[in-house]
């Protein structure tokens, strides 16, 4: 096994980000499209039993996140845990995982820019979707290119707001399921077992659920991605970690929670507009209008937080010979600017497919990143399981998953499961069969690239 070292860089990022940055860009990343707009897809995919799908996949990110602070507080780098799996289990897992995670990113920021856009377009009709994205891309892009103390504080106040409607939606909601507000009754459980009861789909719903589920909790891996630009990488990656875990949890769970009792699971406007049709339930003034431009924040702080996950991981692996040496480039401001440029172009990209087929490509991505983070996931605790006994062995543990290797396993027991369990539907068999695929191109290609790296190497060590 490689030894447990920083890696390798030509030049060096930024250091400007603070623990508070870091919290909020993984709250940031995590909250927006997934939250927002799937949330309602799950409930209408799953009916009631989505919370299974929500309690199943938050413990899992909860047991991965910790996995990932184990890791990225001993071994700070920009690539986080594609450079763990190098490390830990072969330079191919390293160049497979960062590339699928890079292409998850991608998807997810495509899905930010339509949802985000669409929602913008109702408010001025007469400005095509298209253009709209368009100038989304153009004003992030410079944000991107600024300091990553700016881009850190930027996303800390957008964050912000995200968070606080949050805590006030799930407030407003528990007030209006036990019938506190003036007007209200409590509602009790019709609407979580009648309408089909709990279960209107089997457990075929809750396997295809899973996957926008997946979609929604993906994001907050950012946080460790992050920590090699922070002030204190070892001490802040841990807080950031333990603190995003459990705020996560209770904003899904809870805020899904809320709406399958409030409202009835096939309702029409509870698939489109969740968050939205709950609060009209309070008769508050203004709250559609309200809640659109919260979403809209919320939608354009996550692309934001995926533009900068995009661009560090592209930078890692390029240091690593794993991609163009391009990419390794840095500004004046020490911001790596063609990977930017390059999640920038396939920003442009998504610009074009909603002028193209806006109506159907926010599902489609919604779908297509749930089964790519199944295989991160297993990524990241196969390399944790490698890398803990050195890591313990060289002293370097300032967080540690817990009962290892015990709960490790445990959750490559679950993934398995899900897996197994996701096979039984079809579009979700879609996808995981889809993504194997990917995986095995990208294992190809990883090794056709390690074979080239070592050639070249000889070429050079060869005496003259």
């Known amino acids: 096994m490689t ?7 030509p030049a ?4 400007g980000l603070k623990v508070r940055h870091l919290t909020m860009m993984g709250l940031g990343s995590a909250i927006g499209a997934g939250l927002f707009l799937g949330t309602g897809a799950g409930i209408a995919t799953a ?3 989505i919370l299974i799908s929500y309690c199943i996949a938050g413990f899992i990110v909860i047991l991965v996140m910790r996995m990932l602070g184990e890791m990225g507080s001993a071994i700070p780098a920009s690539g986080s845990f594609s450079h763990y799996a190098r490390i830990g289990i072969g330079p191919w897992a390293g160049f497979v995982m960062g590339w699928l995670y890079w292409g998850l990113l991608i998807m997810v920021i495509g899905a930010e820019i339509t949802g985000a856009s669409a929602l913008m377009h109702h408010w001025w009709p007469n400005i095509p979707q298209w253009a709209i994205a368009l100038g989304i891309v153009v004003f992030f892009a410079l ?9 850190g504080e930027f996303e800390f106040w957008f964050a912000l707001v995200k968070v606080a409607v949050i805590v006030g939606f799930l407030a407003i909601g528990g007030l209006l399921v036990f019938g506190l507000l003036p007007g209200t009754d409590p509602v009790g459980f019709t609407n979580v077992v009648g309408h089909g009861g709990f279960l209107p789909n089997g457990i075929a719903g809750i396997a295809a659920g899973l996957l926008i589920v997946a979609f929604a909790f993906g994001g907050i891996e950012i946080v460790t991605i992050a920590a090699a630009e ?3 990488p070892e001490r802040s990656i841990g807080i950031a970690v ?19 009792f409030l409202l009835p699971w096939n309702s029409e406007s509870l698939a489109q507009s969740p968050f939205v049709s709950v609060l009209n339930l309070a008769n508050i003034p203004a709250v559609a209008g309200f809640m659109e431009f919260v979403v809209v924040v919320a939608l354009l702080s996550a692309y934001n937080a995926q533009i900068y996950a995009t661009s560090r991981m592209a930078f890692s692996l390029s240091s690593r010979g794993d991609g163009p040496r391009l990419l390794t480039k840095l500004s004046a401001n020490n911001v790596p600017v063609y990977g930017v440029l390059l999640s920038i172009f396939f920003s442009f990209v998504t610009v074009v497919l909603i002028w193209w087929r806006a109506e159907n490509l926010l599902y489609t991505l919604l779908n297509a990143v749930g089964a790519a983070l199944l295989v991160i996931w297993i990524f990241i605790a196969v390399a944790q399981l490698r890398l803990r006994p050195q890591l313990e062995r060289e002293g370097k543990l300032h967080l540690r998953m817990w009962l290892f290797p015990y709960l490790t396993w445990f959750t490559l027991a679950l993934l398995a499961g899900l897996i197994v369990l996701m096979l039984t539907d ?8 889809s993504t194997a695929v990917l995986c095995l191109i990208l294992t190809a290609l990883g090794l056709w690239n390690e074979r080239r790296k070592r050639a070249e190497e000889s070429l050079v060590s060869a005496p003259s």
Do not use: C
């Open 230 to 232: 922070s002030r204190d």
């Open 12 to 15: 060096h990022l930024g250091h």
């Open 426 to 433: 079809a579009a979700a068999r879609e996808q995981l069969i």
């Open 242 to 260: 333990r603190s995003v875990i459990w705020r996560i949890s209770i904003f899904y769970i809870g805020s899904v929670a809320v709406m399958v």
């Open 47 to 49: 009916g009631p039993a």
């Open 143 to 151: 944000v991107n290119l600024a300091r990553v103390a700016n881009f």
């Open 3 to 9: 030894t447990t070292t920083k890696a390798p860089q």
